[in-house]
């Protein structure tokens, strides 16, 4: 028989697993929490769209859609694409699921996105955002709000302290018009000097030659016109209100008067939290201000900002997190004793207890990988059903009596409450409560 090859993973993804898993999960995890105090809603959008809806979302002269769109046609012939982000297709459910009567609205979401890039570090063609986006406010407390909150989830992570926040406004159409014209003269003077890729730009999309990170382009960006001299009365008093916000709030911001969002319909507000631990993959969370988008999908005028951070990249500069650890692992200490221990193991988690069954090998082999799991307490389960809880930390032992089974399991639920938060340290727990349980000194009721 020929031999099978197995097939390869395809370039730019990930099979994510072990420490990278945890610190993942930590990402995810810590920014449903946060979303939840800033009061955003969930949502879950589809994976893939019509083309149109980034297409137009995005406009034809990104990156993302001039090169990096995982686009293709499925069996009925319709133009579908990976979602690259997920700006455009909230966009396009807040239209076509008539969400417009919860206006202003407050999103939240995560997932895989999908980018066709040259894959390296922070740099995949399969990677995950979190995102966060208020539609239907055009209020600067709308932008405050959700720097705040990325400004928190970082802190939350314990990453802030290398990360800065700066920030910048495009100001409104007339600010825009008048810069960007300002922009093209000062380019077109350096035309000479400008890689190919921003000779592009400076006919379709000048303000990109800002963000420009080839060297050749640099010095000519960097002595590019600000936009401060173009700010309308209202586009500086826009940008007032959120800096003095932002002040309120306590978020540390840096103004960079280069930064620039790519698209025509960006206003105000730009901003992203950038690195240096990253290499040139230095920006984990961006957005800003898209007051025009809505309408570029057909629907009325209608404001919006949001942002997006790529998970691996914040995921890359945690601390490594704990390993998880089970409260207790559960054995059965001889022949005939696992259907007592299947008891006693399912008795644990119904009541909310992190637990684990240890039943390879012989005795020895079972306590050696309740210790691999950092367990604090093992139950051993004789034929009988006795049941001898030992601290693994101490070595104490405990016969329970079958009556201490409800304060064990409790005790369990405190063990496993002192993994998540480490208020529980020590071996007294179960001693104390089995002790407090014989006494009479506590119940554990049924009508909780
Ligand atoms: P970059 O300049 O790094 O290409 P971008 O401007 O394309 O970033 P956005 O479209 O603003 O990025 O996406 C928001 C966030 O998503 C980025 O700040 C980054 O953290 C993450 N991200 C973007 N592209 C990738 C990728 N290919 N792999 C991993 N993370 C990514
Ligand atoms: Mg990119």
Known sequence: MAKITTPRPVRGTQDIFGDFERRFTHVAETFERVRRLYCFSRVEVPVFESTAVFARSLG?????????????EDRGGDSLTLRPEFTAGIARAYLTEGWQQYAPLKLATHGPVFRYERPQKGRYRQFHQIDAEVIGAAEPMADVELLAMADQLLKELGIADGVTLQLNTLGDAATRDAWRAALVEHFDSHRGELSEDSLKRLDKNPMRILDSKDPRDRPIADSAPGIDSFLTAEAADFFAAVTSGLDAAGVAWTRNDRLVRGLDYYRHTAFEFVTD?????????????Y?????SLGGPATPGV??????????MLLEE?????????????????DAAAMTLLQDLRAAGAVADMAY??????????ADAQGASMVALVG??????AKLLASGKQVDLASEDRDAFLHAATLYSDGIADSDVEGDSVLEEMIGEWRQGLWQVSDDE
Not at 60 to 72: A, G, I, N
Not at 277 to 289: D, E, K, S
Not at 306 to 315: K, N
Not at 360 to 369: D, E, P, V
Request: proline share 4%; with cysteine.
């Open 60 to 72: 034809e002269t990104t990156d993302v859609v001039s090169k990096e769109m995982y686009s293709f």
């Open 277 to 289: 631990r990253l290499g040139a993959q230095g920006t984990v969370l961006a957005g800003g201000r």
């Open 291 to 295: 007051d025009g988008l809505i309408e």
């Open 306 to 315: 949001g942002w997006a951070a790529g998970i691996e990249r914040l995921a």
């Open 321 to 337: 997190p704990e390993a998880p650890r089970a409260a207790v692992c559960v054995i059965p200490r001889e022949g005939g004793a």
């Open 360 to 369: 390879r090998g012989n005795l020895k082999r079972r306590m050696a990988k």
């Open 383 to 388: 034929a009988d059903g006795a049941v001898t």
